[in-house]
C-alpha cells in the first residue's frame, strides 16, 4: 500500500524558512516523479513544484520560483521542500503526492498534508 | 497557463439522484483532464483520469467524459459517502492546473 507522510509544517514569520519532508512506502520510490501540491485555507488546489525519479529535473510554479527548492534523497525515500523568504500568501496545506507510472502529470496518490502559516 | 472553470460552484443533489459535474478548459487540453474528490479534512483521491478512464478501486457509479474543452464527471446515483468537494485537473500543458472545485452537497 502506497503511503506518503508529510512533516515539517509550522508557523513562521514572513521572509522565514522552513523544509517540507516527505516519507514514502509501499512503492519503488526512485521510479516516480514526485511533487508538491497546495490549497490555501478554503481554496482550491495549486501544482507547487515536481521532481524527477533520480532528481535531476525539478519544476517550479512561477509563484515560488527562486524562492523553493524541491529534493529527493532516493537511499531514503524521502522528498522534500525548501522553502525561503516565504510570504503570507505561502500559507496553505502542503500535500505530498506521487505520480502515475507514465509521468503523465496527474497525482496517484496524496499524503495527508502538512500545514504551512506564514503570519506575524 | 491554462485556466479550468467548474460548474456548478454548488451541486444540491438528493441520495440517489445522479449528479453532472461540468469543467471547461480555457484552450484545448485534448483528453488530458483528471478529477478528484477530497471530503473535509483529507487529502484529495483520484477518480478519473485521461477524462474517462477510473482510477483503481473507484465505483463505476463515478464516470468521465469529455475532450478538448468540455468535461464532466457523472455520478450516476450519488450515495451518502459522495457528497465531497470535487475538482478537474487538466495535465496537457505545462504547469498543471486545477479548477476552483465544485461542492456536491445533500439536498
Known amino acids: 500500500e502506497v503511503q506518503l507522510v508529510e512533516s515539517g509544517g509550522d508557523l513562521v514569520q514572513p521572509g522565514g524558512s522552513l523544509r517540507l519532508s516527505c516519507a514514502a512506502s509501499g512503492f519503488t520510490f526512485s521510479s516516480y516523479v514526485m511533487s508538491w501540491v497546495r490549497q490555501a485555507p478554503g481554496k482550491g488546489l495549486e501544482w507547487v513544484s515536481s521532481?524527477?525519479?533520480?532528481?535531476?529535473?525539478?519544476y517550479y510554479a512561477d509563484s515560488v520560483k527562486g524562492r523553493f527548492t524541491i529534493s529527493r534523497d532516493n537511499s531514503r525515500d524521502t522528498q522534500y521542500l525548501q522553502m525561503n523568504s516565504l510570504r503570507v500568501e505561502d500559507t496553505a496545506i502542503y500535500y505530498c503526492?506521487?505520480?502515475?507510472?507514465?509521468?503523465?502529470?496527474?497525482?496517484?496518490?496524496w499524503g495527508q498534508g502538512t500545514l504551512v502559516t506564514v503570519s506575524s | 497557463e491554462i485556466v479550468m472553470m467548474q460548474s456548478p460552484a454548488t451541486l444540491s443533489v438528493s441520495p440517489g439522484e445522479r449528479g453532472i459535474l461540468s469543467c471547461r478548459a480555457s484552450?484545448?487540453?485534448?483528453?488530458?483532464v483528471a478529477w478528484y474528490q477530497q471530503k473535509p479534512g483529507q487529502a484529495p483521491r483520484l477518480l478519473i483520469y485521461?477524462?474517462?478512464t477510473r482510477a483503481p478501486g473507484i465505483p463505476a457509479r463515478f464516470s468521465g467524459s469529455g475532450s478538448g474543452t468540455e468535461f464532466t464527471l457523472t455520478i450516476s446515483s450519488l450515495q451518502s459517502e459522495d457528497f465531497a468537494l470535487y475538482f478537474c485537473?487538466?495535465?496537457?500543458?505545462?504547469?498543471?492546473?486545477f479548477g476552483g472545485g465544485t461542492k456536491v452537497e445533500i439536498k
Open positions: 503526492a506521487k505520480g502515475d507510472a507514465y509521468n503523465s502529470g496527474f497525482f496517484v496518490s
Open positions: 485521461d477524462a474517462s
Open positions: 484552450q484545448s487540453v485534448s483528453g488530458n
Open positions: 485537473q487538466q495535465y496537457n500543458n505545462w504547469p498543471e492546473t
Open positions: 521532481i524527477s525519479g533520480r532528481g535531476g529535473s525539478t
